[in-house]
Nanobody, 128 residues
Framework: QVQLVESGGGLVQAGGSLRLSCAAS????????MGWFRQAPGKEREFVAAINWSGSMTYYADSVKGRFTISRDNAKNTVYLQMNSLKPEDTAVYSC?????????????????????WGQGTQVTVSS
């Protein structure tokens, strides 16, 4: 069992930055690939970014590429999402998730169904 708790959300003006954190407890954090997803009001949850167990491979949705950076610190059991140049359309509840298959592929990491554990989410609101 893995418990995930997100933090760092809030209200920011367009063009600003936020860093989200996802703290994990339970089973060995470093054995899981990690992903960030988001869900805006009235929309389906969508993939944002993913990172493999060691941090050597990352993948991003086109909508955030070049603006967001995912990273992890296995010693602290934490994954981060640095969000720069935020836009009003980035407003959503952001959730982290853990995926334990060991297969870091686009299909695996972008599909919600492949993730084993989810956090409760943190709200990010970007004002124009």
């Amino acid at each position: 069992q893995v418990q995930l708790v997100e933090s760092g959300g809030g209200l920011v003006q367009a063009g600003g930055s936020l860093r989200l954190s996802c703290a994990a407890s339970g089973r060995t954090f470093s054995s899981y690939a990690m992903g960030w997803f988001r869900q805006a009001p009235g929309k389906e949850r969508e993939f944002v970014a993913a990172i493999n167990w060691s941090g050597s491979m990352t993948y991003y949705a086109d909508s955030v590429k070049g603006r967001f950076t995912i990273s992890r610190d296995n010693a602290k059991n934490t994954v981060y999402l640095q969000m720069n140049s935020l836009k009003p359309e980035d407003t959503a509840v952001y959730s982290c998730a853990a995926e334990g298959s060991g297969l870091f592929s686009i299909a695996t990491m972008t599909s919600q169904a492949g993730y084993d554990y989810w956090g409760q989410g943190t709200q990010v609101t970007v004002s124009s």
